[in-house]
T-cell receptor, first 114, second 109 residues
Framework: NAGVTQTPKFRILKIGQSMTLQCTQD?????MYWYRQDPGMGLKLIYY???????DKGEVPNGYNVSRSTTEDFPLRLELAAPSQTSVYFC?????????????FGDGTRLSIL | GQNIDQPTEMTATEGAIVQINCTYQ??????LFWYQQHAGEAPTFLSY??LDGLEEKGRFSSFLSRSKGYSYLLLKELQMKDSASYLC??????????WGAGTKLIIKP
């Protein structure tokens, strides 16, 4: 998993509940990303960070929040879970700033909202 | 708008060759990535192209034509373990990855 650890691996939430998806990396990379992947769809960028204290919105940020207080951790928060947020969530890191650096993914969190 | 198109599903025979096509329309272009994703797992990096031409890596090769907005992934000597989804992703002018929906490759004995 390229040094990217995501927890939990699976979770079922009720509508309106909140939770935090954890993402931790142990390789001191500045660039980190959160994606969601729905069945039959491409990965959609939720939020990203280029370093501690810096975060920015991606393509589908509504309903989510992030923070980056340390280089290692990039948690994703769902405040009021909705069925539309049922998805697989992947955290990714990028080893460097150069555009040819590939992103490497954690194992994912499978989230169901019922 | 930005768009990546690739076939939804392809079937091939073990030992054969298969070509998975990808066309892209993005605001600016800074390269194209191919990833492999086995069912229930995370995507893993296969290749990166930014200049026109063919990049070869063992059984896998990737081709890019910037003028045509087109790439393909070529898999040779197919093995059963190559059964997976193959994701095409283009890097736009903001250095954000725009992802295709993936091509599910089914390998038959």
């Amino acid at each position: 998993n390229a040094g990217v650890t995501q927890t939990p691996k699976f979770r079922i939430l009720k509508i309106g509940q909140s939770m935090t998806l954890q993402c931790t990396q142990d390789m001191n990379h500045n660039y980190m990303y959160w994606y969601r992947q729905d069945p039959g769809m491409g990965l959609k960028l939720i939020y990203y960070s280029v370093g501690a204290g810096i975060t920015d919105k991606g393509e589908v940020p509504n309903g989510y929040n992030v923070s980056r207080s340390t280089t290692e951790d990039f948690p994703l928060r769902l405040e009021l879970a909705a069925p539309s947020q049922t998805s697989v969530y992947f955290c990714a890191i990028q080893p460097g700033q150069d555009s040819n650096q590939p992103q490497h993914f954690g194992d994912g969190t499978r989230l169901s909202i019922l | 708008g930005q768009n990546i198109d690739q076939p939804t599903e392809m079937t091939a025979t073990e030992g054969a060759i298969v070509q998975i096509n990808c066309t892209y329309q993005t605001s600016g272009f800074n390269g194209l990535f191919w990833y492999q994703q086995h069912a229930g797992e995370a995507p893993t990096f296969l290749s990166y192209n930014v200049l026109d031409g063919l990049e070869e890596k063992g059984r896998f090769s990737s081709f890019l034509s910037r003028s045509k907005g087109y790439s393909y992934l070529l898999l040779k000597e197919l093995q059963m373990k190559d059964s997976a989804s193959y994701l095409c992703a283009a890097l736009d002018s903001n250095y954000q990855l725009i992802w295709g929906a993936g091509t599910k490759l089914i390998i038959k004995p």
